[in-house]
């Protein structure tokens, strides 16, 4: 809708306008949320495999200071 | 579903029965060679320093020369757990506990490199690492922070010596007794100091109680390395119903969380580093992960407090007063630190700095960690040994 669409409208629809966009605003920000915990709740389920790349520690350092002298270069 | 198949997924299960079985009495045992060895090393440097501990510790009547310590032992050996419990033992040897206050705040900044560390893992994917280096020295800061704060009020003060001393008085009975109503440990772990204190002798009888504290020292760290493997495997299925259950509740909920699986694994160390990659994917907001790291603190002190049931005696009220002070001192820290608004979110913002400074220039990064565990340490040796 354009600005020129809006002053078209009456007060009473503006309102019911204003009452239905914050309805599906909370819905879309609640659905939002929703996928945001599903994906927590997936990336915990490969805990296992995140419990594995923790034992890689010395490794890691290694290749980060190799990134290190990479960048120095 | 076909009996040949039942049959093999009843075989399955069986076996993994019986694995679990003994994977679970390999830990019993490591636990009781744990507290054991707390023993060997309070013998030993009972033994060593003939009542004398507090002159050969001379040097660490400065309280920074014990966080040094504290911090130097435990980013070497990369295990918090196994600098607190040879403190324990330390101090059941005749360590005053007023010298063994800082060595233990030092720990709980030595034990941060093991996070930071697996951070540098995510170093080639720039969004991934800025928020996996945030995850890891938020912990830094924070216990940099806490020691900031608490250590100059302990120096003037004692007041965590002074409530630790109060509620282990409370704890621990007479002179026969380590933890009122578990004096059996004392024979419990008796044979096998024995057999270590004879095997020292047989070494060298001049340096016996030396050769002692080694063999006590070497146990607890394979000890607590091995018992965090296999606790490790035994209770991932746990670690993950309890963090799923934490999900969306909030951040005393996260507390909680991070010190349950920290005492279900015996290494903050894990759960802290468990943390990196899920913030470094991005799922995790960095204001999710911090509560988890600070619930690792507190778990993490269950060591020290089963190290120290292992003395029995004289000293084993002040065993159980550090270990007490441990547990005491992480506890206030969370409840000062992340309780004032203003002071909670300071961590918060020093982990996002060092985080985006550190994707643009790797080499700060380096230095960043260098720094924190080596660097001040020694510049904090220099001060002190110019005053």
């Keep these: ?17 204003i009452k239905h966009t914050k309805i599906t605003l909370s819905e879309l920000q609640e659905e939002l949320d929703n996928r945001k915990i599903d994906n927590q709740h ?15 520690g010395f490794t890691n350092f290694i290749t980060f200071l190799k990134d290190v002298l990479k960048e120095k270069k | 579903m076909t009996s040949k198949s039942k049959g093999n997924n009843d075989s399955t299960e069986s076996i993994n029965t019986i694995k679990s079985i003994t994977q679970w009495i390999a830990i019993a ?16 440097f009972k033994g060593a320093t003939k009542g004398q ?5 001379q040097f660490a009547t400065n309280p920074f020369m014990g966080l040094i310590i504290g911090i130097l032992a435990t980013a070497m050996i990369q295990s918090s757990s196994t600098v607190t419990s040879i403190i324990v033992g330390l101090v059941a040897g005749g360590l005053p506990v007023e010298m063994a206050v800082p060595m233990i705040m030092g720990a709980n900044i030595g034990t941060t490199i093991t996070n930071t560390i697996v951070s540098l893992g995510h170093v080639r994917k720039k969004k991934e690492f800025r928020r996996a280096f945030a995850s ?5 800061f924070f216990n940099v922070m806490a020691v900031a704060i608490f250590l100059p009020i302990e120096i003037l003060f004692h007041p965590l010596e002074k409530i630790g001393g109060y509620f282990a008085g409370l704890l621990v009975g007479g002179e026969n007794v380590s933890v009122k109503g578990f004096n059996f ?4 772990t008796k044979p096998v100091i024995d057999f270590f204190a ?8 001049n340096a016996q109680y030396i050769i002692l504290i080694i063999f006590g020292i070497a146990i607890i760290f394979l000890a607590i390395t091995l018992i965090g493997k296999l606790l490790k495997k035994l209770m991932v299925g746990r670690a993950k119903a309890i963090m799923h259950n934490a999900i969306g509740k909030g951040p005393v909920a996260g507390i909680f969380s991070g010190a349950v699986i920290t005492v279900l694994v015996q290494s903050s160390s894990t759960t802290t580093s468990l943390m990196v990659p899920l913030a470094g994917t991005g799922v995790f907001r960095l204001k999710q992960i911090y509560p988890f790291t600070l619930g690792a603190n507190i778990g993490t002190t269950i060591t020290a407090l089963l190290a120290a049931t292992a003395i029995s005696g004289d000293s084993a009220v002040f065993a159980l007063q550090i270990a007490l002070v441990h547990l005491i001192y992480n506890s206030s820290a969370v409840l000062l630190i992340y309780g004032v608004k203003n002071l909670r ?9 060092i985080a985006r400074v550190a994707t643009e220039r790797k080499t700060l990064a380096l230095l960043y960690i260098l720094g924190v565990f080596f660097g001040l340490p020694a510049i904090l040796i220099f001060i002190t040994n110019q005053f």
């Design chain 1, 1 to 17: 809708m354009t600005h020129e669409e809006y002053e078209s409208l009456t007060t009473k629809k503006l309102k019911k306008l």
């Design chain 1, 42 to 56: 997936s990336e915990i389920d490969h805990l296992e495999d995140h419990m594995e790349e923790v034992e890689h």
């Design chain 2, 29 to 44: 045992t490591l636990v009781y060679l744990l507290i054991s060895s707390v023993g060997m090393i309070g013998a030993g």
């Design chain 2, 53 to 57: 501990a507090s002159e050969l510790f």
């Design chain 2, 136 to 140: 890891a020295t938020v912990h830094d």
């Design chain 2, 185 to 188: 440990i004392k024979p419990a």
């Design chain 2, 198 to 205: 004879d095997t020292s002798a047989i070494i060298s009888e």
């Design chain 2, 345 to 353: 979110k300071i961590p918060i913002r020093g982990a996002l700095w």
